[in-house]
């Protein structure tokens, strides 16, 4: 027994012996650490983030790293033994780590085991981008269809560029994914929020319960109310494509620079509110795109 006991304090020497050995980096080292904290970071961002492992694994990180300076600490004062047993209950940690993430990291092999994982992860990004938008036109859709039909107001700023003083002074910050369900709750009737425009940008809801200012058009028929002439004032004074659903009638239209156009099929205003969605001022086209593209025309 005795015996024993000096083999591990002689394996724990030696370990000392090691940790205490002069380190040299080269550049293949470097390119291996970056490798490991990409791969850290990539797990970290994909299945920890957001969850609620994720307050864990900084308390268990912090943990780590103390007990890692503290094993070499007491290395560095020649403790040897109580510097290696320090180091070895870390490994003990790290080991027992496999049993506290087990969901996690079977999420993780799951994911894995998805056909095609590398292309989807590594070389779709724009693939993604276009999915997004596409899910976002549906989203937009869906909502404005089930407000046309149950006549239920709505007025939605579709912002090409960023223009925070529209919504700073009035409006609800909200910054969040565009969904139908959350459209739907803003213009719920008899809500602080259902009166006032959702501003949308890059694909997500900036504010709501934002007030547009009103055309001042003479010539636009008493028939259309306020959130029409929001709607018509808004886009006569930035690139913004405003939508708007009728609560008297349930129509559904949008106005781009100062020109409304009324879609009697949810269909063909689909297919208008993905060219929106889509369009990039970066493309060489002329400023009045959107106006052409639409064929919008006073009604």
């Known amino acids: 027994m005795f015996n024993k006991m000096l083999d591990v304090y002689r394996n724990l020497l030696n370990g000392a012996e090691l940790v205490n050995s002069p380190v040299s980096f080269t550049f293949k080292d470097i390119i291996q650490v970056?490798?490991?904290v990409i791969i850290v970071a990539y797990i970290y961002?994909?299945?920890?983030?957001n969850t609620q492992a994720e307050k864990l694994v900084r308390g268990i990180l912090l943990f780590i790293i103390v007990a890692w300076i503290f094993s070499a600490v007491l290395i560095a004062l020649e403790f040897h033994l109580l510097g290696q047993i320090a180091q070895y209950l870390l490994s003990g940690i790290l080991l027992s780590l496999v049993i506290v993430f087990q969901p996690e990291l079977r999420k993780l092999l799951v994911h894995l085991g998805q056909t095609?994982?590398?292309?989807?992860?590594?070389?779709?990004?724009?693939?993604n981008n276009a999915d997004k938008k596409t899910n976002v036109i549906k989203e937009i859709t869906e909502a404005v269809k089930y407000c046309s039909r149950v006549k239920r107001g709505a007025l939605i700023?579709?912002?090409?560029?960023?223009?925070?003083?529209?919504?700073?002074e009035v409006g609800i910050p909200i910054n969040a994914d565009i969904s139908t369900e959350l459209i739907l709750t803003i213009f719920f009737p008899n809500t602080p929020l259902h009166d006032g425009?959702?501003?949308?940008?890059?694909?997500?809801?900036l504010a709501a319960g934002v007030l547009l200012p009103l055309t001042e058009d003479p010539k636009l028929s008493w028939r259309y109310g306020t959130r029409h002439r929001a709607a018509i004032g808004a886009s006569e004074i930035s690139d913004s494509a405003c939508i708007v659903v009728s609560e008297e009638t349930g129509d559904i239209s949008v106005a781009i620079d100062g020109i409304l156009r009324k879609y009697d099929d949810i269909t063909q205003f689909k297919e208008d509110l993905e060219k929106i969605i889509t369009f990039d001022k970066s493309d060489k086209i002329d400023n009045a795109f959107m106006t052409n593209l639409l064929k919008l025309r006073k009604k």
């Open 34 to 36: 970056v490798i490991v």
């Open 45 to 49: 961002l994909k299945f920890i983030k």
């Open 116 to 127: 095609k994982f590398v292309a989807k992860n590594f070389f779709s990004f724009k693939n």
């Open 157 to 168: 700023v579709i912002q090409k560029a960023e223009d925070k003083s529209m919504y700073n």
């Open 197 to 205: 425009a959702m501003v949308i940008y890059n694909d997500k809801i």
